[in-house]
């Protein structure tokens, strides 16, 4: 708390200021909390924090951001520690959570600011989204199952994603379909927080 109230402290002050780049992370959460948090509801308010959280912990700032590759890393990164409900929410509230990056990233007052290139497209969203859930449908079905390994080894990745999609849009229902026997289990986050999170994110 004592570091939000610092940098909206420093928010306050005149322009020309700059922040340490140990500061950046909370920087852009005290602006998400701000801005697009407060347009958001019910538990994508959490899940798109937690998404930006995990956003900004992978991408450094000494580097211009292009939001294609961004993206997609963070996605492999998360990979099954959350459930597939995770991933409906980031795809559907994606417009806007580019919007603020485009927006906020490039305006954090840091001595050399980021640049933020390659935003991302519809195409391309079902894509990157597609490709991380059928990359965790992969290491889902093979997890300390050897047998299986051997029947999936030689199945392209691309024809898991093709499962996952109606006329190259991610199908929701096969989606659930194919997550629903994995049976992810909350009970297993690192704090209560977390798992009450998990338990609200796998009802929406």
């Known amino acids: ?13 005149p ?3 700059t922040i340490h780049p140990d500061e950046f992370e909370n920087f852009v959460l005290v602006r998400y909390g701000l801005t697009l948090k407060k347009r958001l509801k ?15 912990a992978d991408t450094p700032i000494n ?11 963070t996605l492999r990164r998360i990979g ?4 597939f409900q995770f991933y409906r929410v980031i795809a559907n509230d994606w417009p806007e959570i580019q919007h603020f990056l485009q927006r906020e990233i490039p305006a954090v007052p840091l001595t050399e600011r980021i640049i933020v290139s390659n935003p991302v497209d519809d195409a391309q969203l079902q894509e990157i989204v597609s490709t991380a859930l059928a990359g965790n449908t992969y290491s889902e079905l093979v997890d300390n199952n050897p047998e299986m390994l051997e029947r999936v080894k030689n199945q392209p990745a691309s024809s898991l994603q093709t499962n996952l999609l109606t006329d190259k849009s991610i199908d929701w229902q096969k989606v659930a379909a194919v997550f629903g026997p994995f049976n992810f289990d909350p009970s297993k986050a690192a704090d209560a927080g977390t798992r009450q999170w998990l338990d609200q994110l796998m009802k929406e």
């Open 1 to 13: 708390m004592k570091q939000i109230k610092a940098i909206r402290k420093r928010m306050h002050q």
């Open 80 to 83: 099954n520690k959350v459930p």
């Open 15 to 17: 322009s020309g200021r």
């Open 42 to 56: 019910g538990i994508h308010k959490e899940t798109v924090q937690r998404f930006l959280q995990e956003l900004l």
């Open 63 to 73: 580097q211009n951001w292009q939001l294609t590759d961004i993206l997609g890393k």
